[in-house]
């Protein structure tokens, strides 16, 4: 599909010269391949340029409203040129007002890509601003949970621990939570009778045996 001449650029507007047939009356069908060209080459917005014509015939607003559905698809913006009541009028009745956009001259067509490209502007700005508040709040719930987990507090055994300040509290809990106190004098004498005891059964035992 050979390339297009008859349009140039306005703000974002691809703007197409009207095709016109032998007797000078806008060509519907060739407006149709031209748009299918725009369509191809990924034109989102265009405009028809009809400045200079006084009516259309019926087929010319078919057109519109085909080509109109077309960009809708790919959210692109239909636009027409003109500033002849009676085009306009034939637009109203079409019910195309209300979906293609007109222009009356070619300014209006710089002052609506202006409006556009501030809309647009706004809202990669909101964009990238709601992406970083979502990066800034994971960031803030990571560190809220690093803080949160639980610490350990000794690295030492509970024996270890356990060592009182006082030895009249450690004499309390006794046992493995009192590892560095001495043992009382009574304990030694309990030792002595048992290992006694265990002398005298051997020495029985030996006796009986032999």
């Not at 956009?101 to 209006?108: I, K, L």
Request: with cysteine.
């Amino acid at each position: 599909m050979s390339e297009l001449k008859n349009y140039r650029e306005v703000g974002i507007f691809d703007l197409l010269s009207a095709p016109l047939n032998p007797i000078g009356a806008f060509d519907a069908e060739q407006f149709k391949i031209d748009a299918q060209v725009l369509l191809a080459q990924g034109s989102k917005h265009v405009a028809v340029d009809l400045t200079g014509l006084d009516f259309l015939y019926s087929d010319a607003y078919n057109a519109f409203m085909q080509f109109q559905q077309a960009l809708s698809r790919v959210e692109g913006t239909l636009g027409i040129l003109t500033n002849n009541k009676v085009i306009i009028d034939g637009l109203h009745r079409a019910g195309l007002d209300r979906s293609v956009h007109v222009f009356r001259e070619e300014a209006a067509l710089m002052g609506y890509s202006i409006k556009e490209a501030i809309v647009e502007e706004k809202l990669e700005m909101s964009a990238s601003t709601q992406t970083a508040s979502e990066n800034a709040l994971a960031t803030e719930n990571e560190m809220l949970n690093v803080s949160g987990r639980k610490r350990v507090t000794g690295r030492f055994t509970k024996s270890f621990n356990a060592i009182c300040d006082d030895p009249n509290d450690c004499k309390i809990g006794g046992g493995m939570q009192t590892p560095f106190l001495e043992d009382e004098p009574g304990s030694h004498v309990w030792i002595g009778v048992v290992l006694v005891m265990l002398i005298l059964s051997a020495t029985i035992a030996f006796l009986v045996l032999r």
